[in-house]
C-alpha cells in the first residue's frame, strides 16, 4: 500500500524565518497531495493541497511544491508566525484510491 | 459552517468492553472516514466507507472493528472487544467526492477512548 514518509519530525524557527516541510510517496499513481495542520488538541485541518498536474502552488504565506519523478512534495511556510506552531501532516491517496494517507507530522515550533 | 460532529468526546471503558463512537458527517457528503490517533503519532486510516459499504481499509482495521450507518445521518464504528492498546483518539471525517479525486477531508473534533 501506500507509504507517505515525512521529515523533520520537529522543526524549530524564529519568527520570520521560513520552514521547510518534505515528504516522499511510494505509490507512482498518487495524483492528489494534501497538507493539514493540526493545533494541539483539535482537529486536523486542510491549509493547501497539489493535484499531480502541477508544480507549485501559493496560498499567501504558503506553498506547496510537487516532483513527481521523484515521488516527494514539500510544504513551505514564509515569514513564520507564533500561530504558524501545530503538527503539519502530509498525505497522498492510498492504493485504492479511497483515502488519505497520513505521514507521521512535523511538530512546527515558532519561537518569537 | 457545517461540520463534523462526534460523540462521545471522551469515553472510558474497561477491557474486554464493546464501544460504539458515533459520527455525524456533513449533510451533503458521502464519502465516510474513520481515522485514529495515538497519543503523539500520526494519523492513521482504519476504514473508508461509499453507498453503504466499505471501499478501503487497513490492516489495523481487523475483525474487531466495524462500521455502519444505521440511519441516513449517523456513521459508527463499533470495536467488538476493546485492547489496551486501543486507546487513542479516534477521527470520523468525511468528504463531498471521493478522497482520491481531491475531495477535502472534514474531520470531526474526535473521540478519546481510554481503555483501562
Known amino acids: 500500500g501506500e507509504n507517505v514518509e515525512q521529515h523533520p519530525s520537529t522543526l524549530s524557527v524564529q519568527e520570520g524565518d521560513s520552514a521547510v516541510i518534505k515528504c516522499t510517496y511510494s505509490?507512482?499513481?498518487?495524483?492528489?497531495f494534501p497538507w493539514y495542520k493540526q493545533e494541539l488538541g483539535k482537529r486536523p485541518q486542510l491549509i493547501i493541497d497539489?493535484?499531480?498536474?502541477?508544480g507549485e502552488k501559493k496560498d499567501q504565506r504558503i506553498a506547496v511544491t510537487l516532483n513527481k519523478t521523484a515521488k516527494h512534495f514539500s510544504l513551505h511556510i514564509t515569514e513564520t508566525q507564533p500561530e504558524d506552531s501545530a503538527v503539519y501532516f502530509c498525505?497522498?491517496?492510498?492504493?485504492?484510491?479511497?483515502?488519505?494517507?497520513f505521514g507521521k507530522g512535523t511538530t512546527l515550533s515558532v519561537s518569537s | 459552517e457545517p461540520e463534523v460532529t462526534q460523540t462521545p468526546s471522551h469515553q472510558v471503558t474497561q477491557m474486554g468492553q464493546e464501544v460504539i463512537l458515533r459520527c455525524v458527517p456533513i449533510?451533503?457528503?458521502?464519502?465516510f472516514y474513520w481515522y485514529r490517533q495515538i497519543l503523539g503519532q500520526k494519523v492513521e486510516f482504519l476504514v473508508s466507507?461509499?453507498?453503504?459499504?466499505?471501499?478501503?481499509k487497513s490492516e489495523i482495521f481487523d475483525d474487531q472493528f466495524s462500521v455502519e450507518r444505521p440511519d441516513g445521518s449517523n456513521f459508527t464504528l463499533k470495536i467488538r472487544s476493546t485492547k489496551l492498546e486501543d486507546s487513542a483518539m479516534y477521527f470520523c471525517?468525511?468528504?463531498?467526492?471521493?478522497?482520491?479525486?481531491?475531495?477535502?477531508?472534514?474531520f470531526g473534533e474526535g473521540s478519546r477512548l481510554t481503555v483501562l
Open positions: 471525517a468525511s468528504s463531498e467526492v471521493r478522497a482520491g479525486v481531491a475531495g477535502e477531508l472534514f
Open positions: 505509490d507512482s499513481a498518487s495524483n492528489y
Open positions: 497539489i493535484r499531480s498536474n502541477v
Open positions: 498525505a497522498a491517496i492510498g492504493q485504492a484510491g479511497t483515502a488519505l494517507i
Open positions: 449533510s451533503n457528503h458521502l464519502y
Open positions: 466507507f461509499y453507498n453503504n459499504e466499505i471501499s478501503e
